[in-house]
Every structure is written in structure tokens, then in C-alpha cells.
């Protein structure tokens, strides 16, 4: 059966009906060289804020996006809407409602500190890459399941399940071979308006995503090293 051909469909309250899972156990060198090579293409991974226009197949995209569904959600309600944007005009509507908030936090709204800390990234409130990028994708979190009669039920742990599908978004999309920000421009009320999302979603992020530019820069960072990020007991 295709993964696309079964539409899920609201679960509150049924029973529990489990199914046997019995996936292949690796042996251990496969293991060892899988996790390997993972470490080492996502140490390869970079935010990008200088994209080419030349357009992304739009299956890569989507694939990316099925693979970013696949995350694990309180109580399996999937609380997510990916709204993918390759309208020049929609992206730059969005480019200049975006810059309009981020000026007012640049000229004082962020505060010293924050500011101080972005110093280093090299960033503004110029946001060049949501309109040189060739696709956007809007990533919204349901806060609450919306019936089409009205209905309204509550989701839980809204912000964390989008935020691990928005990390598997981003690591299918590496290893796809394309490049990607996560861009959140506070507030984003006007993300919800300019896309027609319905009352139950908020705006999480923007994702620009495509090639990098053919002179792309990137920061000069240091990641922490595995001891300065994981303790054993």
C-alpha cells in the first residue's frame, strides 16, 4: 500500500488497537557504518541565508515533508500544516511584511542582549532569502483539531511536536541535497493572513528552501563537541 493511500482520520476516543511491529535488527557494522556516515553529512549541514533562484524539484520537497510527518505527536494528533509557497508575488508579500517586523526588532524591540548575540551570525533586517529562495515552506502548528462542522478539540504538546517534525524537515531536506533557514519573524500573525490558514493555526516558521548561492557565505562556527552535549550516567 502507498504511504499516501490511507487518510488518517480523527482517533479521540476509540479503543486501543495495536498492530505487530517487527522491523529487521541490523547487524552491528551496518549499524556503526550508517551512524557514521549520518554524523558525518549532518555535520555538513549549514543554515543558509544566500539562495540561488534556480528552482528545487518539487518532489524533493514534498518527500522531505513526508518524511518530516512521520514525527512522533502528542497523543498521534500530527498537529501540523506545511504550506509550500512558490508564488513570486505571496513570497513577496512576505518578504515585506517579514522585514517590517524585523526592522522594529532591530532598531530596539530584541533588546542589547539578543542583539548582541545575533552580532556573530552576521544577521539583519534584511531578508533577502525570502524572495531569492525559490520555495518557502510555512510550517503552522494546529492548535486544536478543527472539524468541518465547527467542532473543536484540544492538541497536546502543540510546540514540541512541531518542533521535532521542523528537525526531521530540515534533516531530510540536507540529505536531499538542498539547503535551508529556519526564519521566525515575531510576531507572525500576518503568515496566517497572507496564506488564508483557518482559525486553529498559528505560524511557527518560515523555511526557505533551495541551493545555496553560488558565492553563499556562512558564519565561521564551532559546534560543541559531543562531550560538551551529551553526560552519561
Excluded at 16 to 30: K, W
Excluded at 78 to 87: G, N
Excluded at 97 to 104: D, K, M, P, V
Excluded at 179 to 187: C, G, M, Q, R, W
Aim: hydrophobic share 40%; proline share 9%; with cysteine.
Amino acid at each position: 500500500m502507498s504511504p499516501d493511500t490511507e487518510q488518517w482520520t480523527p482517533t479521540h476516543g476509540e479503543p486501543y488497537r495495536p498492530v505487530a511491529y517487527r522491523p529487521d535488527r541490523l547487524p552491528s557494522a551496518e549499524s556503526l557504518a550508517r551512524s557514521a556516515w549520518l554524523r558525518e553529512r549532518m555535520d555538513e549541514r549549514r543554515t543558509v541565508r544566500h539562495f540561488s533562484p534556480d528552482p528545487v524539484p518539487d518532489q524533493v520537497v514534498k518527500d522531505a515533508v513526508a518524511c518530516a510527518a512521520t514525527a512522533p505527536s502528542g497523543a498521534h494528533q500530527q498537529p501540523w500544516t506545511f504550506v509550500l509557497v512558490k508564488d513570486a508575488q505571496v513570497r513577496r508579500r512576505i518578504r515585506e511584511a517579514a522585514e517590517r517586523e524585523e526592522s522594529l526588532s532591530y532598531d530596539g524591540r530584541l533588546g542589547e542582549e539578543w542583539l548582541a548575540a545575533l552580532r556573530p551570525l552576521g544577521t539583519d533586517a534584511v531578508k533577502t532569502h525570502l524572495t531569492d529562495a525559490p520555495a518557502l515552506l510555512v510550517v503552522f502548528q494546529q492548535r486544536y483539531w478543527l472539524g468541518p462542522d465547527g467542532a473543536k478539540r484540544k492538541h497536546y504538546y502543540v510546540d514540541e511536536s512541531v518542533g521535532i517534525a521542523v528537525g526531521m524537515l530540515l534533516t531530510a531536506l540536507h540529505l536531499s541535497g538542498l539547503a535551508a533557514l529556519v526564519h521566525t519573524p515575531s510576531p507572525m500573525r500576518f503568515l496566517s493572513q497572507a496564506l488564508h490558514r483557518p482559525e486553529n493555526e498559528k505560524a511557527f516558521a518560515v523555511i526557505p528552501i533551495g541551493y545555496p548561492a553560488e558565492d553563499c557565505e556562512v558564519p565561521d562556527l564551532v559546534r560543541k563537541s559531543l562531550d560538551q552535549v551529551m553526560a552519561e550516567v
